[in-house]
């Protein structure tokens, strides 16, 4: 079953709360929060407290993708709060192997975020000791980018060599999802569609989740 996880970098800010109940309500899976730092992307969001914040009142799993250099500064406390899922880029963290056990050893799911020109063969040697991989398929930075289409390559082969060396390995796809591309995206293989404007840009919030489902 395809999971839906909003990023809440295209909901409205001033009305964040309002917004996480709306999305949870429309049948979200898990919440995406984008953390960018303004030096591994060109673009600032929120820190930590934030994210304290909405993982106190979130009824979902909460996702947190770390688009920041030195994300091993942010992990012991991404653990000790729970985070169910977290995310660091693969061009961004020297000790990878190191930096996953510091995330699983409390039982959060533990992912590496790979941007569209990395080679998916780059996280090969870490396969088994990964819960997620997270498939840019945009530069990250900014919501409302076009869709880069080389990631179903990318898809398709992590898929098979998951299949072998992780079966419970999930794939998540992120950076200009909508419904013409979220059908071959399911059908290479992701499991978690992370989708921000074409879910906050709308008015019915429920219809474009359900647009992603295919349903
Ligand atoms: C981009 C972020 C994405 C972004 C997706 O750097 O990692 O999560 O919010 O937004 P859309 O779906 O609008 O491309
Ligand atoms: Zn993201």
Redesign the pocket.
């Known amino acids: 079953m395809i999971k839906i996880a909003p ?1 809440l ?2 909901a409205d800010f001033v009305r964040l709360e309002e917004e996480i109940n709306k999305i949870q309500n429309a049948g979200a899976d898990i919440l ?1 929060l ?1 953390i ?1 730092d303004g030096h591994f ?1 060109p673009n600032l969001t929120f820190g930590l407290p934030i994210i304290k914040q909405i993982k106190d009142i979130a009824q979902i799993p909460v996702d947190v ?1 770390l ?1 920041v250099n030195n994300p091993d500064v942010y992990l012991e406390t991404l653990g000790k709060w729970d985070i169910d899922y977290v995310s660091f880029h693969q061009e961004a963290e020297t000790h990878i192997h190191r930096q996953l056990k510091v995330l699983q050893k409390y039982g959060v799911k533990a992912g590496i975020a790979l941007n569209p020109a990395t080679p998916v063969e780059t996280i090969f040697p870490v396969i088994a000791d990964l819960d997620f991989i997270l498939i ?1 398929s ?8 076009s869709f880069i289409p080389l990631v179903y390559e990318k898809i398709e082969k992590l898929r098979k060599l998951a299949n072998q060396e992780n079966p419970d390995l999930e794939i998540e796809v ?4 909508n419904n013409i591309n979220a059908p071959k995206l399911i059908s290479s293989g992701v499991d978690i569609l ?5 879910i906050f840009g709308s008015d019915n919030y429920k219809k474009q989740i359900q647009n992603l489902r295919n349903k």
């Open positions: 990023s970098l295209s995406h984008d960018m992307v993708h688009m840019m945009v530069n990250p930075g900014f919501g409302g980018q992120d950076g200009g999802v992370v989708a921000g404007s074409f």
